[in-house]
């Protein structure tokens, strides 16, 4: 059976991310081949500096359907980069490389020949800066699709946000009924999909324990007549219920996702649960986008120390898909 390879841009170049490739695929033996789209001079780099040996095949992105491609090798599209060998800061400096890298995958992506993508950890703060919330509205704008979800995937139990990287004094304004039903139908059409699974989702509310002393209780008046209207559909989704006790062992056990109102209110317990134990799934694009759930960790660079599960968890589940 032959397996369509993983796209895997490295991302930020002052990151954990090739530490934890190192570890991902001295871990485990993956079926589909994979394919790093990173700098050769910063991989060598940090194959000296992390004392991991393997060779290095470099290919042509315009190649890659008349290559036989296998993991003995690490295969790689080689993206020019101008660094020092001394660790650096994140900064503005990689952009024009991680835009680079974005391309190259893209236009793989756009070419049919994969649907398969991981991209390593990039800094909001200086990649994207205010033009886009996050990484999974940058690539839902590059592929002109409007609607997108982020998805923090464990098979046990998963959460996704109404309102993604936004301040809470502007998360309000994000809590509409269109916001809401997109993402549930979103989440229900991928679990039925690539999981052959009817999903049950919960829906939490944006007030402490669904009530409010305003006038106007968005609980009531925005998220209450989605659910209605969608459990009538036939979609298996039930709500709002209060975010302080949804996470409860006999509570979280019924379900299989959580929605939530904005970004911490699902996020933090999820992390708390699983660490790293989960992998972000962007929902709505033409291919299957999926990141591991954790930052460049700057700090942690050339220490080998960093917990490579995350990675592995989101190339395996690409993995399984032909």
């Not at 590059?142 to 998360?171: D, G, Q, R, Y």
């Not at 790293?276 to 299957?288: Q, R, S």
């Amino acid at each position: 059976m032959n397996y369509k390879p993983i796209l895997l841009v490295a991302g930020e170049p002052n990151s954990i991310f090739l530490e934890i490739f190192f570890k991902a695929i001295k871990f485990k033996n993956f079926k589909s081949p994979l394919i790093l789209i990173a700098s050769e001079k910063i991989l060598v780099n940090q194959m000296k500096k992390l004392k991991f040996k393997k060779k290095i095949n470099k290919i042509n992105h315009k190649d890659i359907n008349k290559l036989k491609l296998d993991n003995n090798q690490i295969n790689l599209i080689d993206v020019k980069y101008k660094f020092s060998k001394d660790f650096q800061k994140i900064s503005g400096k990689s952009n024009a490389y991680i835009k680079d890298s974005f391309q190259i995958a893209f236009k793989i992506l756009s070419n049919g020949i994969t649907t398969k993508f991981i991209n390593g950890p990039i800094s909001k703060k200086s990649f994207i800066k205010k033009k886009y919330l996050g990484i999974t509205e940058y690539l839902a704008s590059k592929f002109k699709i409007k609607k997108n979800a982020m998805l923090i995937f464990n098979k046990n139990l998963s959460v996704c946000p109404v309102t993604t990287h936004l301040p809470l004094k502007n998360v309000i304004k994000g809590i509409t009924k269109k916001a809401i039903n997109d993402k549930i139908v979103l989440i229900d059409n991928f679990y039925k999909k690539k999981l052959h699974l009817k999903p049950k989702i919960a829906v939490l509310g944006l007030n402490p324990h669904c009530e409010s002393t305003s006038k106007f209780n968005e609980d009531e008046k925005i998220t209450k007549p989605v659910i209605k209207k969608l459990a009538k559909l036939g979609y298996d989704v039930t709500g709002p219920y209060p975010a302080d006790t949804i996470f409860l062992k006999n509570n979280r056990k019924k379900f299989n996702v959580v929605l939530g109102m904005y970004h911490d209110q699902v996020l933090t317990p999820i992390k708390t649960l699983f660490e790293y134990d989960a992998i972000n799934i962007t929902l709505g694009l033409p291919f299957t986008r999926i990141s591991h759930d954790h930052g460049p960790n700057e700090k942690m660079l050339g220490k080998n120390l960093s917990n490579p599960l995350s990675l592995i968890r989101a190339i395996s589940f690409l993995d399984n898909k032909n």
